[in-house]
């Protein structure tokens, strides 16, 4: 019991807490959400409201300890101790959790359920949360600029440009381990806001890595289980390629040379809709389509409003056939509207929009 002890009468401490829109309230908790969203330092900075003495916290990426032992050993030291709340982050199920004690569980496995615990989702920082972080006394066309470059990665709002990219590349190593998913992943960066099909791109790939189609969809899997890529499907065309995105847009920067600002940028408004955790799909002729508030949005940056509009013009019919009254077209920096055969388009700035939503 060395290492619990050691662990016990020592935990981590909470420094430099920056608020979320999410908190912990209680215990019996799972955390949930990608590396580097912010699990731990809301994990805690909970533990911090608590007794001394009172809870017992263990990392499981902890190298100094062993799996095995933990699990033996676990339960009697709780039961030996007056600990009152068991806290594992980065957890496994590999490990033998104590029956009788309340627990606060992290893990970057979004699939993963327990049934004595609610699920608290921690993402990355939207836009509003990244202002927070950087602490940055800029217009918010500047802070937009920031936020584009550096991503959603807490660490990564707070960082200067030149470690930036070490620190992405960096983590997402930590995060998939095996230099294959490495590759596979940098080769579905590539396509970012662009629809793929998971067996052209087999097709693609197979003369030049050893790879099985079975291996690149349980990669697929796992990526989407990590919290690292969302895949949206063709509204009304299930069987069709999907758009990829990435939870955090700056990865694609970080992971090859090809610089896309109007892909990124689509992504960039991909996750501010994350937040909203409801149903997103993409049409022929509108980025993203919310069937739920039949919402229609469209990423169009750098085109004068006159120029929107007249686009908007020619999409009247594909918007009432989806039953959306507005389109809402972000862009960077310009402004205006119209409307069309009782169809109203709203062109707004993405920090506007982000910031009201």
Known sequence: ??????????????????????????????????????KTALMLEYLSTLEAGSFLYVDLHDLRLNLSTLSSSLEAFCHHYPITLLAVDNYSPALSLPEHVPLLLSTTDTTLRHKKLEVLWVDMLDFEEFIAFSKRTLSSEHLFNLYANHGRSPVSAMQEETPLLHHLQTTLKLELEEEQLVALFIKLALFQSRPLSLHHLYTTLKPTMKLSKDTLYSASALFQARGLLHLVPKYDAPKTPKKVYFNDFALKNALTFEKDFLRRFENIVFCELIKRRTEVFYTPRVDFYLPQTKEALACIPFLPPELILRRFSGMISHLKELGAHTLTVLSVGNEGGGEKEGVRCEILPFWEWALQN
Do not use: C, Q, W
């Open 1 to 38: 019991m060395d290492a619990l002890e050691a662990l016990y009468e020592k935990p981590p401490v909470s420094h430099h807490f920056h608020d979320r829109k999410v908190s912990i309230s209680r215990a019996n908790t799972l955390l949930l959400g990608p590396r580097g969203s912010g």
